[in-house]
């Protein structure tokens, strides 16, 4: 209901964009599915796919204005190096249908905040929270985290949800849902005062009971969670450390760190269905450490912007006696931490020792060395030395990995970084490869906008920005964006600046116009009517 939530913390919503908390509930039993019904638990059938994904969308818009949202290539090639096996471990069991694969967005976002969270929004748009990639040991336990959301969405929870709210209205729900998201955010977090965080709690309390997942809802997602994230291949032993992880947060009552807690509380059921699972497990220790993993976990507790005294703390640590004392993993873990947190506070010369060390470590996997080379780029690219970034990355001899977009992106801002109109003409040419596989990318479409300027082709920098809009669901700005590219386009034209390419260029570009302009028809459609 609108008056649980009063219009001006709506826009405050609305503006904070979001964050945080998943979808919700503490008192779980609230959205009870009756027992005769189990078998269909998650079918969720009367609500359309392209509704979901619809009322998605308008959420995800937010999220990607929030200024906590956080695109970092290096951390997303981890989450994705997780995630693409659970997709595929789910189609493979068929509870990833070929219709909801097609028809969700199936994205996960990075949030800067360092509680530990993970949520799961309508239309398959996901999140995690900084804090959770830094608290997880292992890649194991973050699968198993993203497996148990991944089927609240494969098992039309959220469609099942919607439809007991239905009444509402879907753009009533996308603000609850907002709200709630708000209210789960680290109360030190940038956007969020303490005052705020407050008051946010006390209404989310209000709404948290609409926007339940019901207990057997949260048993399906561990069962189901749990074949998926053990059939592509993660350790059981990981699922079985992490509920670990959440049960001793439960009994500490920490729901202040542990937002995840309000949303998948730790009830007697769930506790004993993993106990029994466990039982059928041979006994063993937690999953070792990867260095890879001890790396991205310390790049994701720097990044969730911890402060300066922080910042400081992780940079001390890599004293000689604790990196004699550690094995391999913690070692690198400890000196990527130690070279990105002096990084961040513009101690260049402190990073660069801390890097030699991290760079002298023998016997890392590849992806450990990758990670590496890409931290030593990043380096040399924010002390100013962008040509030497792209020695680093421009690897004739090494064919980089499909998916490997950290490098890709890395390397084209450090062309751009170069100021040199020819590297601007290789990293747009590189960025044109990689936009035509993944045309949503709306990071490489800004960063080609760059790279077109840096080579004096306004027009194509221009449409590279609506594009970039258009990809972030902001299609206003997107229209606008578009239009001013179209007047350039014809005033080019009728000085006779516009070659056959050009002509072409701006052919796309009317094209693009007209099928945004009927997207924001169809968004301010949507926003009116509900
Ligand atoms: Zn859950």
Redesign the pocket.
């Known amino acids: 209901m609108l008056s649980l939530l009063p219009p001006r913390l709506l826009q405050r919503f609305g503006v904070l964009g979001v964050c945080a908390a998943?979808l919700l509930p503490v008192a779980p039993a609230q959205a009870q599915v009756s027992n005769n019904r189990l078998p269909n638990l998650g079918d969720g059938a009367d609500v359309p796919l392209g509704v979901e994904r619809r009322l998605g969308e308008s959420i995800a818009r937010e999220i990607y204005r929030d200024p906590d949202y956080l695109d970092d290539p290096v951390l997303g090639d981890y989450v994705q190096s997780i995630w693409q096996p659970l997709l595929a471990s789910a189609r493979q069991r068929g509870e990833l249908t070929p219709e909801l694969e097609q028809q969700f967005a199936w994205e996960v976002s990075l949030i800067r905040d360092r509680s530990i969270n993970a949520f799961a929004l309508p239309g398959g748009y996901l999140g995690v929270h900084l804090g959770l990639i830094s608290a997880v040991s292992s890649a194991d336990e973050l699968a198993s985290v993203l497996a148990?959301?991944l089927s609240?969405v494969t098992q039309r929870h959220i469609a099942r949800m919607i439809s007991q709210q239905g009444r509402q209205g879907p753009m009533v729900m996308g603000a609850m849902i907002l709200g709630m998201l708000a209210a789960s955010r680290s109360v030190n977090s940038s956007s969020i005062s303490a005052g705020n965080a407050l008051m946010v709690g006390g209404q989310a309390a209000a709404i948290q009971s609409q926007l339940n997942?019901s207990r057997d809802m949260?048993r399906e997602?561990d069962r189901v969670g749990y074949g998926v994230m053990t059939e592509a291949g993660y350790e059981p032993q990981g699922f079985v450390t992490m509920f670990e992880k959440l049960q001793q947060a439960a009994r500490l009552n920490d729901n202040g760190s542990f937002p995840y807690l309000r949303?998948?509380p730790m009830t007697t059921e769930r506790i004993s269905d993993a106990q029994a699972r466990q039982q059928l497990l041979p006994k063993l220790g937690a999953v070792p450490t990867t260095p890879t993993h001890a790396m991205m976990s310390a790049r994701a507790q720097v990044l969730a912007k911890p402060g300066v005294d922080v910042l400081r703390s992780i940079a001390a640590q890599a004293t000689p006696s604790n990196l004699a004392a550690a094995n391999r993993p913690k070692q690198a873990g400890l000196l990527y931490g130690a070279t990105l947190a002096e990084m961040q506070q513009r101690h260049f010369a402190v990073a660069r020792q801390h890097l030699t060390q991290l760079q002298g470590l023998s016997g890392l996997e590849l992806s450990a060395v990758r990670a590496v080379r890409l931290l030593a780029a990043e380096l040399a690219l924010a002390s100013g030395d962008a040509a030497q970034a792209v020695a680093l990355l421009d690897l004739k001899a090494t064919v980089l990995a499909n998916n490997d977009r950290a490098t890709r992106m890395q390397l084209a801002r450090s062309r751009v970084g170069t100021q040199k109109p020819a590297q601007g003409k290789l990293a747009a040419n590189e960025l044109a490869l990689w936009l035509s596989q993944h045309p949503r990318d709306a990071s490489a479409w800004q960063l080609q906008a760059s790279a077109f300027e840096l080579q004096g082709d306004a027009l194509r920098a221009i449409r590279a920005q609506a594009e970039a809009r258009a990809m972030e669901l902001d299609y206003g700005a997107a229209v606008d964006r578009f239009k001013a590219a179209q007047t350039l386009a014809h005033q080019m034209a009728s000085e006779g600046k516009l070659d056959g390419a050009g002509h072409m260029e701006a052919s796309i570009i009317d094209a693009r116009l007209r099928e945004l302009e009927r997207l924001r028809r169809e968004q301010a459609l949507e926003r009116g009517i509900n």
Do not use: M
Request: charged share 20%.
């Open positions: 998943l148990h959301e609240h997942f949260e997602a949303s998948h």
